[in-house]
T-cell receptor, first 116, second 110 residues
């Protein structure tokens, strides 16, 4: 398996523009997580899904952020409109809920977002 | 909400010295995991502890889970330059909501 795949790896945009980050989890994983990492706030859990259904979005900073998981192999995190304070590395992670590797998070390489 | 703090925030050691990072949660955890993130990389799973008082070893790394399941530690014996990175603990209060600690950044001086 190629692991968790995220795109784009780097994104530079201007304030006010829409940003869409994409994630392909590991095949068979039934949990998917979106995290944001900054120096000031560390690794923050934004939202997580189970079997494509959002379970907890209490970490989503505000209405400008939205996440979807239309099927088991694809998720998006959208920011509209983007602001400079959204600059961060956004990680997607996935895991099994059962079996010997249950609950072990496998992270993607991350999407580094810079909002000017 | 749940908070997971780690100390120290930074640690510089000479190669060959030991290193310990401590993780403290404001709530009881059902289990605790440890991850390592190399500079410029992504977090990579190291180990999971489930039982109260559990101790696990991986070569030079020793992991402990506290009796009250609210704290944990990672000890590295005789650090090497390959140990450089940030070490995170992560735990869910009861479900799959993995909250990451603040992290300890380790620098090993050759």
């Amino acid at each position: 398996d190629a692991g968790v795949i995220q795109s784009p790896r780097h994104e530079v945009t201007e304030m006010g523009q829409e940003v869409t980050l994409r994630c392909k989890p590991i095949s068979g994983h039934d949990y998917l997580f979106w995290y944001r990492q900054t120096m000031m706030r560390g690794l923050e859990l934004l939202i997580y899904f189970n079997n494509n259904v959002p379970i907890d979005d209490s970490g989503m900073p505000e209405d400008r952020f939205s996440a979807k998981m239309p099927n088991a192999s694809f998720s998006t995190l959208k920011i509209q409109p983007s602001e400079p304070r959204d600059s961060a590395v956004y990680f997607c992670a996935s895991s099994f809920s059962v079996g010997p590797w249950a609950n072990v998070l496998t992270f993607g390489a991350g999407s580094r977002l810079t909002v000017l | 909400g749940q908070q997971v703090m780690q100390i120290p925030q930074y640690q510089h050691v000479q190669e060959g010295e030991d290193f310990t990072t401590y993780c403290n949660s404001s709530t009881t955890l059902s289990n605790i995991q440890w991850y390592k993130q190399r500079p410029g990389g992504h977090p990579v799973f190291l180990i999971q502890l489930v039982k109260s008082g559990e101790v696990k070893k991986q070569k030079r790394l020793t992991f402990q889970f506290g009796e009250a399941k609210k704290n944990s530690s990672l000890h590295i014996t005789a650090t090497q330059t390959t140990d450089v990175g940030t070490y995170f603990c992560a735990g869910p209060p009861g479900t799959y909501k993995y909250i990451f600690g603040t992290g300890t950044r380790l620098k090993v001086l050759a």
